[in-house]
């Protein structure tokens, strides 16, 4: 006779004990958005549960291109992006923090720049970050009271591949990771300006010169701590919010777990 333990589904036999789990939360992630849904599916959400995430134009879902679950974001290059409302989480002041995505890019080569990322309105925005650097590269510049995080470099990313892209500060340091490869960094000490009352963007750029991203993204991810300190793997799956640790004893007979990611 088998009998469920509990909510992990975790059987055993009767009078016979097999295994127990526990759950570890990541309280690091401040902002987590996944794809993994329907095609044409223009639902979005924070699997943070913190904040509420705008859509903009006709972003969507789509099955056409995928880096994980069988989807991704569409952006159009028309006027589509993503819109996070202004949040202490997001207003980064002088502590760590790591910005990361997967992205890919429709078209090849650069005839203007492919904003991925941007918060505050020109003169007073906090960060900007793009693709079009000598070409295709990425860029990025970070705002502060002590003067601008200025890195850019690295392979030409707008080739129709998916390429993961991450920015860290550690104290002082400063890194811009492409694929998991430090493409520049930088020194500087100060506090990030806080652009306050603007939505952090992705996909679109309030400042002239910038071309909407037309592409795909999935597995954006802020978290408030440096989440990389040197070259590293990026991920070969999806980010959880909560794992689950399971440890047998005896004979295991069936056991499935589910995390809220």
């Not at 958005?33 to 599916?41: A, L, Q």
């Not at 100060?190 to 592409?215: I, K």
């Amino acid at each position: 006779q088998l009998t469920n333990t509990g909510s992990e589904n975790v059987y055993r036999a009767a009078d016979e004990y097999v295994a127990s789990g526990s759950s570890t939360t990541d309280s690091n992630t401040k902002l987590l958005i996944h794809s993994d849904t329907t095609n044409g599916s223009t639902a979005f959400v924070d699997s943070s549960g913190t904040h509420t995430i705008g859509v903009v134009g006709n972003l969507q879902h789509s099955t056409a291109q995928s880096k994980f679950g069988g989807s991704s974001i569409a952006f159009d290059g028309s006027g589509d992006y993503i819109s996070i409302p202004d949040h202490a989480d997001i207003q980064f002041g002088t502590s760590d923090f790591t910005i990361e995505f997967w992205f890919r890019t429709n078209g090849t080569g650069n005839s203007y720049a492919w904003e991925l990322a941007h918060k505050g309105p020109p003169g007073t925005d906090s960060l900007n970050w793009w693709l079009g650097n000598n070409g295709s590269q990425a860029a990025l510049q970070v705002f502060t009271d002590a003067g601008t995080v200025d890195l850019r470099g690295g392979p030409n990313l707008a080739d129709q591949q998916w390429h993961h892209l991450a920015l860290v500060r550690n104290g002082s340091s400063w890194a811009h990771y492409a694929d998991g490869t430090a493409i520049d960094t930088q020194t500087l000490s100060g506090s990030v300006r806080p652009a306050s009352g603007s939505p952090f963007n992705l996909g679109v750029c309030n400042a002239n010169g910038a071309g909407d991203f037309n592409g795909h993204m999935d597995e954006i991810r802020i978290s408030d701590t440096a989440k990389y300190t040197a070259n590293f793997t990026p991920s070969s799956a999806i980010h959880e919010i909560i794992s689950t640790t399971t440890t047998a004893t005896g004979s295991l007979l069936s056991t499935t777990s589910t995390a809220d990611s």
